[in-house]
């Protein structure tokens, strides 16, 4: 099949590039040597085959039982030809018979070669999807290929796919724009690795704050909570472990210098940075800003309720556009929010 050096050089690139084992394209090469035989004798022989790694050539015997009186000339074997080959046999013993390869070593050849380009692209789609699920949570860029209902993004090792459950609404986008998206999923198909991105995905505005604010990076400032309704509003909770820093002024930056390019990248989307307290007082009260509150009442600790008063002047800003800034608030708290007019008493509540 090969000279020793093509051969055996051959099988140390492979494993070296492709991550294939020696062993396993070894066995790969053997078993179409057995295959090519049984095409021309029949399928019912027992051969065996394998590979000398001395040299590089290929070796094959037929297998037969040593019998007094043969029944199946395929796997049987009388004693008195079984001497020919090995004068010491006896009845019941196995013997192996030499095979000359030159004939259908062709087409083993090219039965092997054709397996092992299918392990060569298995061993990469098995690469290239434990490299794309190592980075699940990362920010991506990507160009993209196809902008049809589920768009379709090439990251250049791989395609991906930015499902309609996982864009903004609103949000559009033109064959060869480039995009930015969040890794959520990996999964493994018969095609490869299905990369499953998202923009929509809390994940996504994270990550935009931990590439755009070192202190978040370093752990110095924490995301406590994150909480969005894609395409309107995010309302983001976040922590100082240094007494020096300011956790929001922190994510803001000089004029707006950090958050700025977060709100581009979100087309517009309102972001709302909220410092968090264990006092829930506090932490409800700086959840519903941009709204002015006049008291926050817990009105049940256990069960996690709080009513909250404002000017009638102030009631729709605090409840937001279909009510997405309370609903937000409900959520990054985890409470529940009784807001009413201090004036007249309208009630508005929202559950987590």
């Known amino acids: 099949m090969a000279e020793k050096s093509e051969l055996l050089m051959a099988l140390d690139q492979i494993e070296k590039d492709k991550n294939i084992k020696r062993k396993d394209i070894l066995n790969v090469i053997e078993n179409a040597l057995i295959s090519a035989y049984k095409k021309h004798v029949g399928k019912n022989v027992n051969v065996e085959a394998k590979v000398d790694l001395d040299n590089g050539n290929m070796i094959a015997s037929v297998v037969k039982v040593v019998v007094k009186n043969v029944v199946n000339p395929l796997l049987e074997i009388c004693i008195q030809d079984a001497i020919k080959f090995d004068q010491h046999v006896d009845v019941g013993s196995e013997i192996r018979i030499p095979l000359n390869t030159q004939d259908f070593s062709r087409i083993a050849a090219q039965t092997a070669k054709q397996v092992i380009v299918q392990k060569i692209r298995e061993s990469e789609k098995n690469l290239l999807f434990d490299e794309m699920k ?5 920010i991506v860029s990507g160009v993209v290929y196809c902008a049809s209902r589920n768009i379709i993004i090439d990251l250049g090792k791989t395609e991906a796919i930015l499902p309609v459950n996982e864009q903004v609404h609103g949000e559009k986008f033109n064959v060869g724009q480039h995009i930015r998206t969040v890794i959520v999923r990996v999964d493994k198909n018969s095609r490869g ?9 809390s994940e996504f505005v994270k990550k935009l704050f931990e590439f755009e604010v070192p202190e978040i990076y370093e ?11 894609p395409g309107i509003r995010t309302k983001i909770s976040v922590l100082s472990h240094n007494p020096k820093v300011d956790p929001v002024g922190a994510c803001v930056g000089i004029k ?11 087309r517009g989307e309102r972001v709302d940075l909220i410092s968090f ?10 959840a519903l800003s ?28 605090v409840i937001g556009r279909n009510g997405h800034n ?13 807001v009413k007019s201090y004036e007249d008493h309208n009630k508005f509540c929202i559950n987590d």
């Open 134 to 138: 190592e980075k699940i949570g990362q």
């Open 193 to 201: 690795s299905g990369v499953i991105l998202s923009r929509a995905s």
């Open 219 to 229: 752990k110095i400032v924490e995301i406590v909570n994150i909480v969005r309704e």
């Open 256 to 266: 707006g210098a950090r958050v700025k390019p977060i709100i581009e990248e979100l």
């Open 277 to 286: 307290s264990v006092d829930p007082v506090k932490y409800i009260t700086w």
């Open 290 to 317: 941009p709204a002015r509150i006049i008291s926050v009442v817990i009105t049940s600790y256990d069960d996690k309720k709080a009513e909250v008063l404002v000017d009638s002047g102030m009631l729709s800003l």
């Open 326 to 338: 309370v609903r937000l608030a409900a959520k990054l708290t985890g409470w529940h929010i009784d």
